[in-house]
């Protein structure tokens, strides 16, 4: 893989774009009424829009209008942020984007309602793209989102297979959605089938890649959110792909193990981190995620050969490359 | 108003579409894998079917094939349930449709999740109808759902207006979705401008009148809901119509005050009930939900006059005669 530029010189060929969506998120804001305004203000002003970049990417692939596609993008940014208002109030969690998380601030259920309004908002401006079929993929990635998540904080025991486990729960977490938009993105290009399904694949690896590199982020400390610690995740008992991959070839698991069975204190959580740093999962890791970066890169390459597939094969290589 | 028989009776004209809602209904659980299915199942399964009453009996008025309107009628009680799903997060209600509320068996999070999971089969569905501007109805009167209760939900001081805040709470809460139903069947039954807007002014006014009524059968007991006592939404601080109309006209609302104060012991509640029971209140509040139901029959005047009119003005009739 290339090496490449930072996220922003990356983008910068699709900012006005990128402006765009902002203009549409914020019209979002401006027609709702307070206190949602202001709750949902921080909540939509940050993150890497990826998912975005995605879309207006796919819409310069094949040279078409961009108005359409900053549309679908903004209602994809809000479908995630909802899902993310959501997942805050089911984790508790304090920081998002730098900001307070919503529930900190309001009692749980406007919270949950705030994350509805999103959700309903997102469907509107997808449905007012006038193409029913991308408002079923939207509500499908939706569906698949929400019963994979359902499944992972219902389970009572480990699962038995905790490799397929760990797949299923990304790919509802995170390559659900990157594959949505992609797809969707092709359909509004009017792409044909056969390359509809090769953006479908491609958001669908970048999704992975992008989750297994958060994964690994997550035990260097270096993750995006503000006022984590290194192995955030594992102390909440999830495992991420490094304790899998340390699992997996560990001669003597302990360390680790015990964390898992709910010995949560700082000292063992920052033992267990150490151990996995020490084991070499770290690099098979990385491995690992560069491996579905270079399916995804594969699925590109029926697609028309311009300048534009090129960055989406560098957003690939900056999903791996990336230290935050 | 005619004096009308029961609802069965009243439906029985559209039973079999009824039980094709229930056979779709039954497919979106069976396509849903566990726990999910099992969860959904009972929430799915009770309730007056109202609003997909009205979607089907539309179809009939306009001698349209009824697939789609059966459709369109699993989805909005899919929506309505997620509603509901939401809703006893938010209030920690126990009962639901006669079983256990979902956050009382799973943890906050995956109950939440499920109502998602429930707005996305609602959203998949509609879409696959093929018309975009029924998916807009669809998510644009969750918005105004989801903005109204967050607005209620929040207000730290009792409004200056009650009267207003009390439509507006009864609009979002309820009138919002029937004026959805009764749109969306009409343009599904492409049906003209004039006629659709009347059809939405019907479920309008019918969702008025039917949250006014169940505002009454609160503190008569009455309430279709198992496990409530007279005068439980007062207890929760919910300033409902008879309330509003006692607080109104009484000359010293001390009883009924003190409890919307915060003194919610089961004898001052009692207290407060009675003394709106003996006050004209109830009276006045059936008046005013009758008010309601004659301005949704007056919407139906421009409709075709056939024996489907008169099942929807029927219902209008029982909505507001109903005990239970």
Redesign the interface.
């Known amino acids: 893989m290339n090496s490449i530029p930072d996220l922003s010189s990356l983008l910068r060929p699709i900012r006005l774009q990128l402006d765009g969506v902002d203009t549409l998120l914020h019209a979002v804001l401006e027609r ?2 307070e ?2 305004r202001s709750a949902l203000a921080p909540l939509l002003d940050g993150g890497k829009r990826l998912r975005p970049a995605v879309v207006l990417l796919i819409a310069r692939l094949y040279n078409r209008e961009s108005a359409p596609f900053e549309r679908l993008a903004a209602a994809l940014e809000m479908l995630h942020t909802a ?1 993310l208002i ?1 997942d805050d ?3 508790q969690a304090q920081l998002r984007r730098g900001h307070q998380t919503l529930h900190t601030m ?5 919270a ?6 999103l ?3 997102a ?2 401006v997808t ?7 991308i ?2 993929i ?3 990635a ?2 698949a989102m ?2 994979g ?3 992972q ?2 389970q009572r025991e480990r699962p038995s297979d905790l490799r397929e486990a760990y797949y299923q729960t990304i790919e509802a977490k995170s390559a659900s959605l990157f594959a949505a938009a992609a797809e969707m993105a092709g359909l509004l290009a009017e792409a044909g089938e056969a390359q509809v399904d090769a953006l479908r694949t491609f958001g669908q690896e970048l999704g992975i890649a992008f989750q297994m590199v958060d994964d690994i982020l997550d035990l260097t400390g270096a993750s995006a959110e503000l006022g984590k610690f290194p192995g955030a995740d594992l102390q909440q008992g999830l495992i991420t792909l490094p304790v899998l991959v340390y699992l997996e070839m560990a001669e003597d698991a302990t360390p680790v193990q015990s964390v898992l069975n709910g010995k949560r204190d700082a000292e063992r959580v920052s033992t267990a981190v150490q151990a996995v740093l020490d084991s070499g999962a770290m690099e098979l890791a990385s491995e690992e995620a560069r491996t579905h970066a270079v399916r995804g890169r594969a699925a590109l390459c029926i697609l028309p050969d311009n300048t534009w597939r090129h960055i989406l094969d560098d957003l690939l290589a900056f999903v791996v490359q990336r230290r935050s």
């Open positions: 709702a009424d206190p949602v899902t959501h109030v089911i984790d309001w009692p749980t259920g406007p949950v309602l705030a994350g509805d309004y959700l309903a908002e469907v509107s449905a007012a793209l006038g193409i029913p079929r408002v079923q939207l509500a499908d939706l569906r929400c019963a998540e359902i499944k904080a219902l």
